[in-house]
């Protein structure tokens, strides 16, 4: 089977590259960690994310098409949710969102300028109209890769 070259729509990822310390300041006292790495030799990549109990490990495979700056998530977690995300990722800001009926979310986190650390927010709304956050995550860089 021939070997897929790095797909360049996400050259900008890079920055993301590597092994993660999480915190939910909500769950004091306990970390998770995730990863994001290259799948498929650069064509996709992957967020794996074991997070401190009671939030939800996930898998996240995320892509995007050429012809777009938006990049589309795959996610799928422990209790056996599954869900699609838009995803930005621009100038250290990293967000997230999805609008399903009856269920809205979003994210936005900011990477500090020297790569360390990511800090951000989750957000709900019923309607995409009303707004109430969610929970804070705080990732904390561990190692490149």
Known sequence: MSRLPPNPTLKQLEALIGDWEVEVPQFSGQRGRATFE?????????FQADAPSP???????????????????????????SRVYQMTFSEGVWKLWREAPGFWQRFSG??????SS??????KSPDGSSW??????????????
């Open 38 to 46: 290259w799948i498929e030799g650069g064509a996709f990549l992957r």
């Open 55 to 81: 939030a939800p490990s996930a898998t996240w495979v995320i892509g995007r098409d050429d012809s777009s700056e938006t990049y589309t998530t795959l996610y799928y977690d422990s209790r056996a949710v």
């Open 110 to 115: 900011t990477l500090s300028h020297d790569g």
């Open 118 to 123: 990511i800090r951000g927010a989750w957000e």
């Open 132 to 145: 109430e956050h969610d929970f804070d995550l705080i990732y904390l860089r561990v190692n490149d890769r």
